[in-house]
C-alpha cells in the first residue's frame, strides 16, 4: 500500500526560507516521480516541482529561480528548497506520487507573512 508523508511547512517572513520533505512507502519499482504542488485560497492547484527517479526535474513557472527540489531514491524522499519566500507563495503545498497512479499527500501549510 502507497504512503506518503509530508514535513516541513510552517510560518515564515518574507524572504525566508523553508524545506519540505516528501517520503513515499510501498512503491516496489524505481519508475516513478514525485513532487509538490500547492493551493493557495481560491486559486487551482498548481505545479511547484516535480522529480523522476531519473533525476529530471520539471519547475512551473512562478517559483523558478527561488525553488530547488532534489530527490533521494534509496529513500523515496523529495525535497523542496523554498528561498527568498514571498507573501504569494503562502499555500497549502501538497506532495504528489505518480506511481501506476498518482497519489497525494494530506497537505502541509506554508504562510509567508509579517
Known amino acids: 500500500q502507497v504512503h506518503i508523508v509530508e514535513s516541513g511547512g510552517g510560518l515564515v517572513q518574507p524572504g525566508g526560507s523553508l524545506r519540505l520533505s516528501c517520503t513515499a512507502s510501498?512503491?516496489?519499482?524505481?519508475?516513478?516521480?514525485m513532487g509538490w504542488y500547492r493551493q493557495a485560497p481560491g486559486a487551482q492547484r498548481e505545479l511547484v516541482a516535480t522529480?523522476?527517479?531519473?533525476?529530471?526535474?520539471i519547475y512551473g513557472d512562478s517559483v523558478k529561480g527561488r525553488i530547488t527540489a532534489d530527490g533521494d531514491n534509496a529513500k523515496k524522499t523529495v525535497y523542496l528548497q523554498m528561498n527568498s519566500l514571498k507573501p504569494e507563495d503562502t499555500a497549502v503545498y501538497y506532495c504528489?506520487?505518480?506511481?501506476?497512479?498518482?497519489?497525494w499527500g494530506q497537505g502541509t501549510q506554508v504562510t509567508v507573512s509579517s
Open positions: 522529480v523522476t527517479s531519473s533525476g529530471r526535474t
Open positions: 510501498g512503491i516496489s519499482e524505481s519508475a516513478y516521480s
Open positions: 504528489h506520487l505518480s506511481y501506476r497512479g498518482n497519489y
